[in-house]
């Protein structure tokens, strides 16, 4: 990995804790989430007029990703309404490579090196610390599981994403389509789920989304582009830093509650990340 594009995974992964912090300042979370797809379902389709149309190869992946990304905003949303930014944050990044890695335990038939072992149990380790500081504080138990939801379907699209690019060879329309059709899925589901009241917020509100929506859009599209010029598992890896800052975001600009057990969670959590993804 060149320093160029570790920079850019770095500033990547600042700037996703920075677009979650902005979801869980909002008043209404799913609001918050909305916006910010609708937001770039036209930041996409602005992008997509001008470019040649996928091969009929790059569609399964796409729509796979638009399903998965659909579920991932519902339950992180709905983790939010429940928990801080500083435990909510790790516990849903930080989960995602561990089922990864136990999933290819049990039915990939991929090596695991004793290294990724190690891994599995710290990130393990991590998350088990990190939920039962939640319960211990007296915080919403329903945070856990949504938090989780959010971390399977984390799993599930950085797979599909980082393949996809590959096959798309364009990670800039690639990116572009999927935002169209996060939207197209995410917008119904969350209508549905919490009626037209969803939609009405202050202009002030719409504004906000506009600038997280393009800190979601530069995050995600630098590491798309990041995984075609490096490993994916190094990359990932390097992306998880983002659970430091989130932490630190939580800690210092909003007043989470910080403690020697949710501290030294996040920091099993990053370890155990590194060590399966390097």
Request: with cysteine.
């Amino acid at each position: 990995m060149t320093l160029t594009v570790f920079l850019a995974v770095i500033c990547a992964a600042f700037l996703h804790a920075a677009w979650n912090a902005g979801v869980k300042t909002g008043a209404r979370k799913q609001t918050a989430m909305l916006i910010l797809t609708v937001w770039q379902g036209f930041v996409g389709l602005a992008i997509v007029i001008w470019r040649p149309l996928p091969g009929a190869e790059v569609w399964p992946w796409l729509l796979a990703s638009g399903v998965v990304h659909m579920f991932y905003q519902l339950f992180l949303a709905y983790a939010y309404e429940q928990g801080d930014l500083s435990r909510v944050y790790p516990l849903a990044r930080g989960a995602a490579p561990m089922m990864v890695m136990v999933f290819s335990l049990f039915i990939l038939p991929d090596p695991v090196s004793p290294m990724e072992y190690a891994g599995v149990a710290v990130l393990g380790a991590g998350i088990m610390l990190m939920a039962w500081g939640a319960l211990a504080s007296g915080e919403s138990r329903r945070l856990i599981p949504f938090a989780l939801g959010s971390a399977t379907a984390t799993a599930a699209y950085t797979v599909i994403d980082g393949l996809g690019a590959r096959v798309a060879a364009d990670p800039l329309t690639y990116v572009s389509w999927l935002l169209l059709m996060s939207a197209v899925f995410y917008v119904p589901v969350a209508l549905c789920l919490k009626g037209r009241e969803i939609i009405v917020a202050p202009r002030a509100d719409w504004l906000k989304g506009s600038v997280i929506g393009l800190m979601s859009l530069v995050a995600y599209g630098i590491v798309l582009w990041a995984m075609t010029q490096a490993p994916i598992a190094l990359v990932a890896a390097l992306r998880e830093t983002s659970i430091l800052f989130a932490m630190l975001l939580g800690w210092l600009v909003f007043g989470d509650r910080m403690d020697g057990v949710k501290a030294s969670a996040g920091a099993l959590i990053v370890a155990g990340v590194v060590l399966t993804r390097l």
